[in-house]
Structures are given as C-alpha cells and as structure tokens.
C-alpha cells in the first residue's frame, strides 16, 4: 500500500518568515495530494491541494509544489502569522473511492 | 450546500462495553463515506470506507466494524471495546469519482477507560 512520510515534526520559524513542509509517498499511480490544517481539538481542514498535471498551485501566502518524478509534495507558507500555528498533514491519493494516506503531521509553532 | 453531522463530541466508555458512533451526510445523494481515527498526536488512519449502501471496505484489521444501512448514514460499531480503541474519530465524505473522503465530520472523541 501507500506510504507517506512526512518532515520535520516540528517546525519552529519566527513570526514573518517562510515555513516548508515536505512529504514523499511511495505509489507513483498516486494523483491526488492535499495538505491539511488540524488546530487542536478541531477536525482537519483542508487548506490547499494539487494534482498531478499541475507543478506548482498558490493561494496567497500558501503555495504546495509537487515533483512527480521524485514523488514528494511541499507546503511552503511565507509571511507566517501567530494564526498559522497548528499541526499540518499532507495526504496523497489515488484520485479514487478509496481514502487518503496522511503523514504523520508536522507541529508548526510560529514565534513572536 | 453539503454538510456532515457526527455525533456524540465526546464519548467516555468502559473497556468491554460496545460502541455506536453515527455520522450523517447532508445535501448531496450517493455520497463515497469514510471512518479515520486519528491515535493522541498521530496523523489520521483510514478504518472504513463505502461507496454505497451495505457495501463496506475495510482497510486495517480490528476490533471494529461499519455498516451504511442508508444512502447518507454510516456507522462505525465494536461489540467490546479495548483500551487501544480510545482515540478521535472523523466521519469523511466525497462525491462521485472525487478524491477519497476530505471533507471531515467534527469528529468524536473517544476514551475507553
């Protein structure tokens, strides 16, 4: 099955800088990748994704990169506020019926 | 609009005793329904999922069992629970061909004492 491993951990950055998340997964039939946002005690939302036929998607400060050749995904948020805090999980699919594989979450802890 | 109802928020039972856990999907026909459980500060495990009523695919063996005996409702179910079942539980759904079971429920959490 799908493997999905998920770096670092934990990631502190300072209040304005840029953090970046990456994952790689295993099953190059994988087509589906999006990256979600858990605060604590709350269910994971889901903040940006991206599919195959695309490298590269933004949404204002949140950008995902995608490398198929060498199966891994990136997050990358630039401009970080104290709201950006939480644990983030990236996620890979085969596009169908059959669920996600997450990582095992990165805790991002921006610093005033 | 689509919404998905999971109850209860929180759950404290016994080692032993059963368990029922409900989720309903709201404003949308033939939904693809998912179960994860997510371990304290684990990433999120894919349990169950059913493309349609009374078909159920598991994906890790365990205590537990699903059932969608409607369109929109899926039931995650154990007859005894163990201290290892205690966790936070997240109903998912998606439509049609869409990638499998994004939009999360708000989740119930359960410890088995």
């Known amino acids: 099955g799908e493997n999905v491993e998920q770096h670092p951990s934990t990631l502190s950055v300072q209040e304005g800088d840029s953090a970046v998340i990456k994952c790689t997964y295993s099953d190059s039939a994988s087509n589906y990748f999006p990256w979600y946002k858990q605060e604590l005690g709350k269910r994971p939302q889901l903040i940006i994704d991206?599919?195959?036929?695309?490298g590269e998607k933004k949404d204002q400060r949140i950008a995902v990169t995608l490398n198929k050749t060498a199966k891994h995904f990136s997050l990358h948020i630039t401009e970080t506020q104290p709201e950006d805090s939480a644990v983030y999980f990236c996620?890979?699919?085969?596009?169908?019926?059959?669920?996600?594989?997450f990582g095992k979450g990165t805790h991002l802890i921006i610093q005033p | 609009s689509q919404t998905i109802h999971q109850w209860p928020a929180t759950l404290v039972q016994p080692v032993g005793s059963p368990l029922s856990l409900e989720c309903t999907v709201e404003g949308t026909s033939n939904p693809n329904l998912y179960w994860y459980r997510q371990a304290a500060g684990r990433g999120l495990q894919l349990l169950f999922y059913s493309v349609g009523i009374g078909q159920i695919s598991s994906e890790v063996p365990q205590n537990l069992s699903a059932s969608r005996p409607q369109d929109r409702q899926f039931i995650l179910s154990s007859k005894k629970l163990l201290l290892s079942d205690s966790g936070f539980y997240l109903c998912?759904?998606?439509?049609?061909?869409?990638?499998?079971?994004?939009?999360f429920g708000s989740g119930t959490r359960l410890t088995v004492v």
């Open positions: 998912a759904w998606s439509v049609g061909r869409g990638p499998g079971g994004g939009v």
């Open positions: 996620a890979v699919s085969g596009g169908g019926a059959d669920g996600l594989t």
């Open positions: 991206i599919r195959s036929n695309v």
